[in-house]
C-alpha cells in the first residue's frame, strides 16, 4: 500500500514539474456527422510515435511540448496531415471524411485483366525484400487485451462454480507498456514497464505483444496474398487509387476464388511505386473463431514502413459459448535499423517518392562493382510496366535464387543449424504497482465504457472473493491419495521425484493370454548435473489376472552429452511382448477387439530380458543408436474365453500367428534364448535443432532421412539360439510443397543375409491395422494388410506415399468448403517372398470435429481385388498407448 502511494506521489510530482517540457494533446475524432470513429491512427512522424483512439474515438497522448505535423487516418476515411501546436495541453475533435473519389478513373473491360493484378505482382516480388529489410528496431508498445462472454451454455453454469462463472460473466482485460528491443532474425530483450489486469494477475512472463508484420503472414493454415501462390486462390480488383500526402494508395480488394479456413478476405492498401503495404484491413476463420485483423503502417525512415497500430477482433463461438476478444497495440518512439545493402537493392527496383519527412538520397554507384546475372534480371522485369503472372513467378524464383547465392558467399558457421529462441524478459520493480492514477498518466489509448465496467466488476469480485472462503479450499488427502500426477517437492531443484497416486499413471487392458492386464508406474525419478547432464529411472508393475502372474520393468536413461545427444540407456524385467516386433497396435484396440468383436489381434510371448543400449550423434543430423539385448523368450497360450459381447458366434483363435509360409517349422514359436544386436545409422543433412529443459530437440529438415539397420542374432552366446543377420535401408521424407499441406513418402527394403537360427519373434514384420477403430496414423501403416501373414525370413520391399492438404475432393463440395476437416490420398505397396505385389489405395477425411480421421482402402494382391475397409482413426491415441490416459 505505502509502495503504491509513494508511486502516486512521485508521478503527480512529476506530472506537476514538467508542463513546460511535455504537454497533453487530447479530444475526439469522428466522422462529418459526429459519429465517433473507432480506433483511429495518429502518427508524429517527427517523433516516430504512433497512438491509438478508443473505440469511442476518444485519444490522449503526451508528448514534448512544441509544434508537430501530425497524421490522423483509419481505414475507408480520408487521411488528414493536421499542423498542432503543442505548447500547452489542448483538446480537438478531429473530422475526417469517408473517402469517396479516385485520382485516376478504373475502366476495365470484360476482355481485361483487372489493374490490381499488376500492382499485386509487383507486390509480392517486392515482399521478399520488405520481409528482411528491418534488422534491428526499438520501441515503447502499448498493449492491451480484453475479453467478454456473450453466452455461457447452461451446461456450464450446471457443473462449474458459482464464481468462476461470475469471473467469467465479468470479462477480463489487461494493459501492458513495454520497452521493445529487436533484433533479427529472433532476438528480443523488453522490459515490462507497468502490466495490469482486471484479475489480478501477477504471473510473470513474456508480454503479450507479438512482433508480427503481414509480410510473415502465410503457409498452411493461411495463405497470404502476397505468396507466390496468391494468384492460384485469390482474384484481385482495384477498388481506388488516392493521394496520401506524397504517396499514391491502390486500395485492394482481395477475394478468394474458393471458400475455406486457409484464405482471408478485406483489402491491401499498396503504395504505388515502392510496391509496399500500407495498410491492413482483412478477415478469416479459424478453428472455433472468426478474426479480423487491420494494422496501419507508417513510414518511419526513408522507404522502411512499419505497423505502428494493430487492431484484432475475434469472435470465439464453441459447444454453446459465445465470446469476443479484441486486441489492441500501439506503437511509439520507434527507432530503427535497416539492411543498408537491401535497401540498394530495393532503390534500384522502386521508384520512391519526394516526401518532406525524408530527403530521399541517390543510391550512389559504383562503377567497378560487379551485378550479378541474376540481379540484372531482376531489375529488366521490375522495370516492366506490366508484369505477367508466369514473369512474376520467374521474379519470386530470381529474387529467391540472389538470396541463396548471398547465403553460400557468407562465412559459415558451425552453429547455423540451432534454432534459438533469445528473448529476455525483464519487469521493472514498479511493474504491478500501477494504480488508477498511474494508469490514467501512462496509458495509451483511452478506456472505454466498456472496459471501465469490466475493471470495476472484477474489482468488486475480487474484494468479496479475498475476504470469503471461495479460494482457500484444502486440497482432498484422498483425491491425492487416488489422484495425484504431480511432482513431489524438494530442496534440491535438480531432483525431481514423481509418485503418482494409486488410480494415476494406472492402465487396464485385455488379453486372451493374461485375461485382465493391470498396468502401474510406480514413480519416475529425475537427477539433473550440470552441462545439461542427468539420469531418469522408471519402475513399473504388471499383473495378469488369467495367470496369476506378475511382472515388470525397470527403466534407466542417463544423458551424458546434450550437444552430442549422447545417451545410455538400459532396461530389465518379465514383459509379454506382440510377435509383430513393429508393435502398430495399441493395447487399448485389442482390448476392443478381442471382449466386444471377439478378435484377438494379438498374439504375444513372454521375455524375461535385459537391454542395454548406446546412442551418440556422430555429427549433427547423424545419429548412431546401438543396443544388445539378451532375452529368455517364452511361449504362452490362451488362459481366458472370457468376452462381453459375442454376436459373431466364434471362439478365440490360438496364440500362435497365422503365417502365409506353409514350409515354416513350428520350432519357429517354441521357446527360445536369443542374444541379438540392433544397430541404427539415422542421416538427414542439415538439420536444424535447438536446445530445450536440457535436451537437443531435432527439428526440420528440407532434406530426407536414410536410415540404415543392421540386425544379428549370436548363436552360444550365454545359450543364445538366435543365429541370423539381417540389414535394411530406407529413405522418407515429409514437407510441403507450394499450396501442398504436406507430401509424405517412405521407402525401404531389406534381405536377411543368413536365417540359420530365425524364430518369428525376429521376422521382419510390417505396420499393419487390423481393426476398424486405429490410432494416429503412421506413413508406413498397412490399412488391410493380415497382421502376421507375410512377415518374412527373407527379403522385402516396401514403398508409401500420401498427399494430405485442405482441399482434394470433397473439401470442393459446398457442404465441406468451409469445415476444419482436410483430406488425404494414400498409396501403399509391398513385395516379398511371401507376397508378388501387394497394393492399397485410399482417401481419408481427416480432423472432423477435430477428433478423428474417417479412412477408407481398397487392397489388391498382383492385379486381382482383395477387399475393401474403413478406418476410424482416433488422433489422441498412439501405438504407445495402453489407454486414454
Same mark, same amino acid.
Given at each position: 500500500?505505502k509502495?503504491?502511494l509513494l508511486i502516486s506521489?512521485?508521478v503527480l510530482?512529476?506530472s506537476g514539474s514538467i508542463?513546460s517540457q ?18 483511429s491512427s495518429?502518427?508524429?512522424?517527427k517523433?516516430a510515435?504512433g ?5 469511442d474515438g476518444?485519444y490522449k ?6 509544434k508537430?505535423?501530425i497524421?490522423?487516418?483509419c481505414?475507408?476515411?480520408e ?8 505548447s ?9 471524411s469517408?473517402?469517396?473519389?479516385s ?12 489493374p490490381?493484378?499488376?500492382v ?6 517486392m515482399?521478399k525484400?520488405y #520481409?528482411k529489410q528491418?534488422v534491428e ?10 475479453f467478454?462472454a456473450?453466452?455461457?451454455?447452461k451446461?456450464a453454469k ?7 462463472i461470475k469471473?467469467?460473466?465479468?470479462g477480463d482485460?489487461?494493459?501492458?507498456l513495454i520497452?521493445y528491443?529487436?533484433e %533479427?532474425?529472433?532476438k528480443?530483450k ?9 484479475s489480478n494477475?501477477?504471473t ?10 503481414f509480410?510473415?503472414l ?5 495463405i497470404s ?8 486462390v ?6 481506388s ?10 486500395k485492394i ?5 474458393r471458400?475455406?479456413?486457409d484464405l ?6 499498396i ?11 482483412? #478477415?478469416?476463420?479459424q478453428q472455433?473463431?472468426?478474426?479480423q485483423y487491420?494494422q496501419?503502417y507508417?513510414e ?5 514502413w ?6 484484432i477482433k ?8 459465445k465470446?469476443?476478444f479484441?486486441h489492441l497495440?500501439s506503437?511509439?518512439n ?6 543498408p545493402e537491401l535497401d540498394k537493392?530495393?532503390?534500384s ?11 530521399t538520397?541517390?543510391?550512389p554507384?559504383n562503377?567497378?562493382?560487379?551485378v550479378?546475372k541474376?540481379? #540484372?534480371?531482376?531489375?529488366a522485369l521490375?522495370?516492366?510496366?506490366k ?8 521474379l ?8 541463396n547465392e548471398e ?5 559459415k ?8 529462441r533469445d528473448h529476455?524478459?525483464?519487469y521493472a520493480?514498479?511493474a ?14 483511452p ?6 465496467v469490466i475493471y470495476h ?7 468479496v472473493?479475498?475476504g ?5 479450499k484444502d ?9 495425484f500426477?504431480?511432482t513431489?517437492?524438494?530442496?534440491n531443484?535438480?531432483s525431481?521425484?514423481k ?9 487396464l ?7 485382465f492386464?493391470? %498396468?502401474?508406474?510406480l514413480f519416475s525419478?529425475k537427477?539433473?548435473f550440470?552441462k545439461? #547432464?542427468?539420469?531418469?529411472?522408471e519402475p513399473?508393475?504388471?499383473y495378469?489376472v488369467?495367470?496369476?502372474d506378475l511382472?515388470?520393468?525397470f527403466?534407466f536413461?542417463?544423458q551424458?552429452?546434450?550437444k552430442k ?5 538400459f532396461s530389465?524385467?518379465?514383459i ?12 487399448f484396440?485389442n482390448?476392443?477387439?478381442t ?7 494379438k ?7 535385459a ?7 556422430l555429427?549433427?543430423?547423424?545419429n548412431?543408436?546401438t ?15 472370457f468376452?462381453?459381447l459375442?454376436f459373431?458366434n466364434?471362439? +478365440?483363435?490360438?496364440n500362435l500367428?497365422?503365417?502365409a ?7 519357429i514359436f517354441?521357446?527360445?534364448k536369443?542374444m541379438n ?7 538427414t ?13 531435432m527439428?526440420r529438415s528440407?532434406?530426407?532421412?536414410f536410415n540404415?539397420?543392421y540386425k544379428?542374432?549370436?548363436?552360444n552366446?550365454?545359450e543364445?539360439q538366435?543365429?541370423?543377420s539381417?540389414i535394411?535401408?530406407s529413405i522418407?521424407?515429409s514437407?510441403?510443397i507450394?499450396l501442398?499441406?504436406r507430401v509424405?513418402?517412405h521407402?525401404?527394403g531389406?534381405?536377411?543375409l543368413?536365417?540359420n537360427?530365425?524364430y518369428?519373434a525376429?521376422y ?16 508406413k ?11 518374412t525370413n527373407?527379403y522385402f520391399?516396401?514403398?508409401?506415399f500420401?498427399?494430405e ?11 465441406f468448403n ?10 501403399n505397396y509391398?513385395?516379398?517372398?511371401q507376397?508378388?505385389?501387394? +497394393? ?7 480432423n472432423?470435429f477435430?477428433?478423428?480421421?474417417i479412412?477408407?482402402?481398397?487392397s489388391f494382391?498382383?492385379?486381382n481385388y482383395?477387399a475393401v475397409?474403413?478406418k476410424?482413426s482416433l488422433n ?9 490416459n
Amino acid at each position: 500500500m505505502k509502495k503504491t502511494l509513494l508511486i502516486s506521489i512521485l508521478v503527480l510530482i512529476a506530472s506537476g514539474s514538467i508542463f513546460s517540457q511535455t504537454c497533453t494533446f487530447s479530444g475526439t475524432i469522428q466522422d462529418t456527422k459526429g459519429e465517433p470513429i473507432p480506433y483511429s491512427s495518429i502518427y508524429i512522424p517527427k517523433l516516430a510515435t504512433g497512438k491509438m483512439a478508443n473505440m469511442d474515438g476518444k485519444y490522449k497522448m503526451s508528448l514534448p511540448c512544441g509544434k508537430y505535423k501530425i497524421k490522423v487516418q483509419c481505414l475507408g476515411y480520408e487521411t488528414k496531415f493536421l499542423d498542432i501546436d503543442a505548447s500547452s495541453n489542448q483538446t480537438k475533435t478531429i473530422s475526417l471524411s469517408q473517402k469517396s473519389f479516385s485520382i485516376r478513373e478504373v475502366t476495365v473491360n470484360a476482355s481485361d485483366e483487372d489493374p490490381a493484378y499488376n500492382v499485386m505482382r509487383k507486390a509480392v516480388v517486392m515482399a521478399k525484400y520488405y #520481409k528482411k529489410q528491418i534488422v534491428e528496431y526499438d520501441a515503447k508498445i502499448y498493449v492491451r487485451f480484453f475479453f467478454l462472454a456473450d453466452n455461457i451454455p447452461k451446461v456450464a453454469k450446471l457443473f462449474a462454480e458459482e464464481h468462476d462463472i461470475k469471473q467469467l460473466e465479468a470479462g477480463d482485460m489487461s494493459e501492458t507498456l513495454i520497452q521493445y528491443h529487436y533484433e %533479427r532474425p529472433n532476438k528480443v530483450k523488453e522490459k515490462i514497464i507497468y502490466t495490469r489486469s482486471a484479475s489480478n494477475d501477477t504471473t510473470k512472463g513474456r508480454s503479450p505483444y507479438v512482433n508480427f508484420s503481414f509480410y510473415n503472414l502465410g503457409g498452411n493454415t493461411i495463405i497470404s496474398p502476397l505468396s507466390r501462390n496468391a494468384f492460384t486462390v485469390y482474384k484481385f480488383e482495384l477498388i481506388s487509387t488516392y493521394m496520401e500526402g506524397e504517396n499514391t494508395v491502390n486500395k485492394i480488394k482481395i477475394i478468394p476464388r474458393r471458400k475455406g479456413t486457409d484464405l482471408m478476405s478485406g483489402y491491401l492498401y499498396i503504395n504505388d511505386g515502392t510496391w509496399n503495404i500500407n495498410s491492413v484491413d482483412v #478477415k478469416f476463420k479459424q478453428q472455433f473463431v472468426d478474426i479480423q485483423y487491420k494494422q496501419i503502417y507508417s513510414e518511419i525512415s526513408d522507404n522502411a514502413w512499419m505497423p505502428i497500430s494493430h487492431e484484432i477482433k475475434v469472435k470465439a463461438k464453441a459447444m454453446g459459448f459465445k465470446g469476443h476478444f479484441k486486441h489492441l497495440v500501439s506503437m511509439s518512439n520507434i527507432k530503427l535499423k535497416t539492411d543498408p545493402e537491401l535497401d540498394k537493392k530495393i532503390k534500384s527496383l522502386v521508384t520512391l517518392p519526394v516526401t518532406e519527412e525524408f530527403e530521399t538520397q541517390e543510391t550512389p554507384t559504383n562503377p567497378s562493382a560487379k551485378v550479378s546475372k541474376t540481379e #540484372k534480371k531482376i531489375q529488366a522485369l521490375m522495370d516492366q510496366d506490366k508484369l505477367t503472372k508466369g514473369e512474376t513467378m520467374k521474379l519470386v524464383r530470381l529474387v529467391n535464387k540472389q538470396a541463396n547465392e548471398e547465403a553460400k558467399k557468407s562465412p559459415k558457421d558451425s552453429t547455423t543449424f540451432e534454432l534459438t529462441r533469445d528473448h529476455h524478459t525483464e519487469y521493472a520493480d514498479s511493474a504491478f504497482a500501477g494504480n488508477d492514477s498511474v494508469w490514467s498518466a501512462i496509458r495509451e489509448i483511452p478506456l472505454s465504457e466498456e472496459e471501465n465496467v469490466i475493471y470495476h466488476v472484477r474489482d468488486s469480485l475480487t474484494r468479496v472473493e479475498n475476504g470469503d472462503t471461495v479460494i482457500n479450499k484444502d486440497r482432498s488427502l484422498i483425491g491425492d491419495l487416488l489422484f495425484f500426477n504431480g511432482t513431489i517437492k524438494s530442496k534440491n531443484k535438480n531432483s525431481k521425484l514423481k509418485i503418482p497416486g494409486l488410480l494415476s499413471r494406472l492402465s487396464l487392458n485385455f488379453n486372451t493370454v493374461d485375461g485382465f492386464l493391470v %498396468r502401474k508406474t510406480l514413480f519416475s525419478y529425475k537427477r539433473k548435473f550440470t552441462k545439461g #547432464k542427468w539420469f531418469k529411472i522408471e519402475p513399473s508393475l504388471l499383473y495378469a489376472v488369467a495367470r496369476e502372474d506378475l511382472m515388470g520393468k525397470f527403466d534407466f536413461t542417463s544423458q551424458y552429452n546434450m550437444k552430442k545427444r549422447g545417451h545410455i540407456y538400459f532396461s530389465v524385467g518379465k514383459i509379454n511382448s506382440d510377435f509383430n516386433n513393429e508393435g502398430p497396435m495399441p493395447n487399448f484396440f485389442n482390448s476392443l477387439a478381442t471382449l466386444f468383436f471377439t478378435e484377438n489381434y494379438k498374439k504375444l510371448y513372454q521375455k524375461e530380458y535385459a537391454l542395454l543400449g548406446h546412442s551418440f550423434d556422430l555429427s549433427n543430423g547423424l545419429n548412431l543408436n546401438t543396443s544388445v539385448e539378451y532375452a529368455n523368450r517364452t511361449q504362452l497360450f490362451n488362459n481366458t474365453d472370457f468376452k462381453i459381447l459375442d454376436f459373431q458366434n466364434q471362439d +478365440y483363435t490360438s496364440n500362435l500367428p497365422a503365417i502365409a509360409d506353409t514350409n515354416a517349422s513350428a520350432f519357429i514359436f517354441n521357446s527360445n534364448k536369443a542374444m541379438n544386436l540392433t544397430a541404427t545409422l539415422s542421416y538427414t543433412p542439415k538439420q536444424y535443432f535447438r536446445y530445450r529443459n536440457d535436451e537437443k530437440k531435432m527439428s526440420r529438415s528440407k532434406y530426407p532421412t536414410f536410415n540404415l539397420t543392421y540386425k544379428h542374432g549370436f548363436k552360444n552366446a550365454a545359450e543364445s539360439q538366435s543365429d541370423f543377420s539381417f540389414i535394411e535401408a530406407s529413405i522418407a521424407q515429409s514437407k510441403n510443397i507450394n499450396l501442398v499441406d504436406r507430401v509424405k513418402y517412405h521407402v525401404g527394403g531389406g534381405k536377411f543375409l543368413s536365417n540359420n537360427a530365425l524364430y518369428f519373434a525376429d521376422y521382419k514384420s510390417f505396420n499393419t491395422q487390423p481393426f476398424y477403430l486405429i490410432g494416429r496414423s503412421n506413413i508406413k501403416s498397412f490399412k488391410l494388410l493380415d497382421f502376421y501373414t507375410y512377415s518374412t525370413n527373407d527379403y522385402f520391399f516396401e514403398a508409401h506415399f500420401a498427399v494430405e492438404d485442405n482441399f482434394l475432393l470433397l473439401k470442393n463440395l459446398p457442404l465441406f468448403n468451409t469445415s476444419f476437416m482436410s483430406e488425404g490420398l494414400y498409396a501403399n505397396y509391398l513385395y516379398t517372398n511371401q507376397q508378388d505385389h501387394y +497394393y492399397e489405395f485410399g482417401y481419408a477425411l481427416k480432423n472432423v470435429f477435430l477428433l478423428f480421421d474417417i479412412e477408407t482402402f481398397v487392397s489388391f494382391k498382383n492385379a486381382n481385388y482383395n477387399a475393401v475397409g474403413v478406418k476410424l482413426s482416433l488422433n489422441f491415441i498412439n501405438r504407445n498407448t495402453d489407454s486414454f490416459n
